[in-house]
């Protein structure tokens, strides 16, 4: 199973939306969550239908400031335990009959004489529960100097208060792969300040129920802070058995003839058809997302002009990429236009959602997966 997590600074842009339903295209994550969604939770509704996840909770912004926002695919179970301005807290699990696992998606305080409250609630939440729990997103605080790229160093006493709570709840460092910081403030020179603010931390009972679980920077155009992705291992066989029990129902004896030999032809045209037009651009975002992971990767103040052109391309791509959007789905164009409708999306994505093959079961029982 994947979780994503991102700061997306605001949800207002169409194209902050589609880099949003880019990342959930590639990485199928049951568990989304938003921070600085900068709408209200009214707003914030809307998008379940564009991700494909059906569950939602959200909360209100403060202005143009705030807002947080929880989706989940309608096969695991979620339930709410607390939630506030800065945090919601659940419980999760695939399977009813499991022992479900904690999980609290957080937005750190963004001042610094205030971040001694979110270390307090940390600790009040520790206090409620004895059993695996994870915690990810914008801490808006860096664990070591080394995870603060700046001329000027890091006060040490933010950075302590921070590890001490971590201790204190024992929760430990997931670690990533990828780029080593998740916020980037884009100035120039000595202006530059790259940070890992963003990251993943649980406890010792979490960990050892998922060994293999991992976490990956997500580089995008559309905000100043990277997304995580944590992928853990949470899959179940129900899937392969539901389908190997409805294949063995099948009519061997039934011929549609002609009729189903003209839809094989069409199904395969489209095929061709959809690999050409909407398979291009996805490789294209994901070969411009690793094109700019590089270029942040090799200088972010030398390649400073290099990486902006960089994000314009992305910008543009996803632009060109919500247009075709809005051509795939069986809707009438002369009806809907350019607009971008939740009956349009519902038509695509659920559809597309539904015919996805996550792995093949091979004859000696092993499991395929590419």
Not at 102 to 116: D, I, M, Q
Not at 186 to 213: H, P
Not at 324 to 333: A, D, E, F, G
Not at 357 to 366: C, M, N, Q, W
Request: charge should be neutral.
């Amino acid at each position: 199973m994947n979780a994503l997590a991102w700061n997306s600074r605001g949800l207002g842009n169409s194209r902050t939306v589609r880099e949003l339903c880019n990342f959930v295209e590639l990485h199928y994550p049951k568990l989304v969550f938003l921070s600085e969604t900068r709408m209200s939770a009214n707003r914030s509704k809307n998008l379940p239908w564009k991700l494909g996840l059906k569950n939602c909770l959200a909360i209100n912004s403060e202005g143009l400031s705030g807002g947080l926002v929880l989706f989940w695919d309608e096969h695991i179970n979620v339930s709410l335990l607390s939630k506030g301005e800065c945090y919601i807290d659940v419980l999760g699990t695939e399977n009813p009959d499991d022992a479900p696992w904690r999980a609290t998606f957080v937005y750190g305080e963004p001042r610094v004489e205030n971040r001694r409250d979110m270390w307090a609630l940390m600790r009040t939440l520790c206090g409620a529960w004895s059993g695996p729990w994870m915690l990810i997103g914008d801490f808006n605080e860096a664990m070591w100097q080394y995870e603060y790229f700046s001329e000027n160093p890091r006060p040490e006493r933010q950075m302590m208060d921070f590890r001490e709570v971590l201790s204190h709840c024992d929760l430990h460092d997931l670690g990533f792969s990828g780029l080593p910081w998740t916020y980037n403030n884009n100035q120039g020179g000595s202006r530059n300040v790259r940070v890992r603010l963003d990251c993943s931390v649980a406890n010792t009972d979490w960990i050892s129920l998922f060994l293999d679980a991992s976490v990956a920077h997500l580089t995008s155009s559309r905000s100043d802070h990277k997304a995580l992705l944590l992928s853990i291992m949470w899959e179940r066989e129900e899937l392969g058995i539901v389908v190997e029990q409805a294949w063995k129902k099948r009519n061997p004896g039934s011929d549609l003839g002609a009729l189903a030999s003209a839809m094989q032809g069409v199904t395969k045209e489209l095929r061709v058809w959809s690999k050409e037009k909407f398979g291009n651009v996805t490789t294209l975002l994901e070969q411009l997302r690793q094109e700019l992971e590089s270029l942040e990767q090799e200088g972010p103040i030398s390649n400073r002009e290099a990486i902006l052109k960089a994000k314009r391309d992305l910008d543009e791509l996803l632009y060109r990429e919500e247009m075709m959007w809005l051509q795939r789905s069986r809707i009438t164009w002369i009806k809907e236009g350019d607009r971008n409708t939740k009956y349009f999306h519902l038509q695509a994505r659920w559809r597309a959602r539904k015919n996805y093959i996550k792995r093949l079961k091979r004859d000696d029982g092993s499991w395929c997966h590419d």
